[in-house]
């Protein structure tokens, strides 16, 4: 672990659309309703091709980024579905009716990700901050030190 560790919650705090990469080495955008610790909560379908290997445990890579603030998060983890009713209860909202008929649709599967390792960078926030922190660097000597932070991400 690298000395600019920084944790989930601080690097996934606000409302984030990830990128999960699965199995079959295809991304697909995706909600993130709810964090819990070192777990990720999505909703999807069942009905979707790749979710059918997700009985049992599966690798899956999560990757995070919000461009405005230069931040970008590479996750690795397990995901399985479930189809418990408390859990769906939980992460159901009126928004999920854009893809599914209600609480009750069959098609509706929870997916969780355990994350068990991860990666961030985070640079300055603008066109203009970068520029200044480059050309400062190049004066100060400090380079690419100034350019931001890159750690491990602790869950």
Same mark, same amino acid.
């Given at each position: 672990? &690298?000395?600019? %560790? $920084?944790?989930?919650? #601080?690097?996934?705090?606000?409302? @984030?659309?990830?990128?999960? !990469?699965?199995?079959?080495?295809?991304?697909?955008?995706?909600?993130?309703?709810?964090?819990?610790?070192?777990?990720l909560w999505f909703a999807t379908s069942r009905a979707a091709e790749w979710v059918a290997d997700l009985d049992t445990p599966t690798p899956m890579?999560?990757?995070?980024?919000?461009?405005?603030?230069?931040?970008?998060?590479?996750? &690795?983890?397990? %995901? $399985?579905?479930?189809? #418990?009713?408390?859990?769906?209860? @939980?992460?159901?909202?009126? !928004?999920?009716?854009?893809?599914?008929?209600?609480?009750?649709?069959?098609?509706?599967?929870?997916?969780?990700?355990?994350?068990?390792?991860?990666?961030?960078?985070?640079?300055?926030?603008?066109?203009?901050?970068?520029?200044?922190?480059?050309?400062?660097?190049?004066?100060?000597?400090?380079?690419?030190?100034?350019?931001?932070?890159?750690?491990?991400?602790?869950?």
């Open positions: 672990m &690298t000395d600019d %560790a $920084r944790s989930l919650d #601080d690097l996934l705090d606000g409302e @984030r659309i990830a990128m999960l !990469v699965t199995p079959d080495q295809h991304a697909r955008p995706m909600t993130i309703l709810e964090r819990d610790g070192a777990t890579t999560v990757a995070v980024s919000d461009p405005q603030d230069s931040l970008f998060v590479s996750l &690795t983890g397990t %995901a $399985r579905t479930t189809t #418990d009713p408390t859990v769906l209860d @939980r992460l159901w909202s009126p !928004v999920l009716e854009a893809w599914f008929d209600g609480r009750d649709d069959p098609d509706l599967v929870a997916l969780e990700v355990e994350v068990l390792e991860g990666e961030y960078w985070d640079g300055p926030g603008t066109g203009i901050g970068r520029a200044l922190r480059g050309l400062a660097g190049v004066v100060t000597g400090e380079g690419r030190r100034t350019m931001g932070q890159q750690g491990d991400v602790v869950t």
